[in-house]
């Protein structure tokens, strides 16, 4: 009955979360604006998933949602990475996202078990704020260690602003309190990084 619970509320989590991603726009890598997330107050917080561990349709919507946004993060990162001759600064990026994300998602998963929800939302979830496109994803691969560089960081700016844009709206609406203390991390984290990316472009 608890899947069955956590289910119910996640779609109507991801239908609320979609049409504000809707709203926000979406760019080339299918919806790197992160601006504007608003309506995410009505995700019933308190409508639990699992009373026992304080979780809520909210927290299952951000875990089942960053859980592949995170891994597709990784894959983009062991691209550029395999690229001989790739700028030292975005090989130091690449690995710090790596080693910052690949517990991330190792804790998602645990939190999924624990809280008797499945990892990938009913009916295939929706289109996450910043995720690449396989066309962008192929040209990623394709491109040499120098056009390499500036493609990721460009691809990565749009998708870590997905990902904090997805942070924010767990901050409104979670309960869980891990859930949130991650979601605080990933704000921080990758804002810093976003900078950071922006200037190494500009330099």
Do not use: Y
Not at 7 to 30: R, Y
């Amino acid at each position: 009955m608890k899947r069955l619970a956590a289910l119910g509320l996640g779609v109507v989590g991801v239908l609320v979360l979609a049409g504000c991603a809707a709203a926000g726009g979406s760019g080339g890598s299918g919806d790197a604006d992160a601006s504007g997330h608003g309506g995410h107050g009505s995700a019933s917080p308190e409508a639990s998933a699992s009373e026992a561990t304080n979780a809520g349709a909210a927290d299952v919507m951000f875990a089942q949602m960053m859980i592949p946004h995170h891994e597709q993060a990784l894959e983009m990162s062991a691209i550029v990475l395999a690229k001989p001759g790739l700028d030292p600064e975005v090989a130091t990026l690449a690995e710090e996202i790596q080693a910052a994300q690949g517990p991330e998602i190792a804790q998602l998963d645990e939190w999924l078990e624990e809280w008797d929800a499945p990892r990938e939302m009913s009916g295939g979830g929706h289109e996450m704020a910043g995720m690449l496109s396989t066309d962008e994803l192929a040209a990623l691969e394709a491109a040499d260690a120098e056009s390499a560089s500036t493609l990721f960081l460009e691809q990565m700016i749009a998708h870590h602003e997905g990902a904090v844009h997805m942070a924010e709206a767990q901050l409104e609406s979670g309960a869980h309190a891990g859930a949130l203390e991650m979601a605080e991390a990933i704000v921080e984290t990758q804002n810093a990084e976003i900078e950071r990316m922006r200037e190494l472009l500009a330099e």
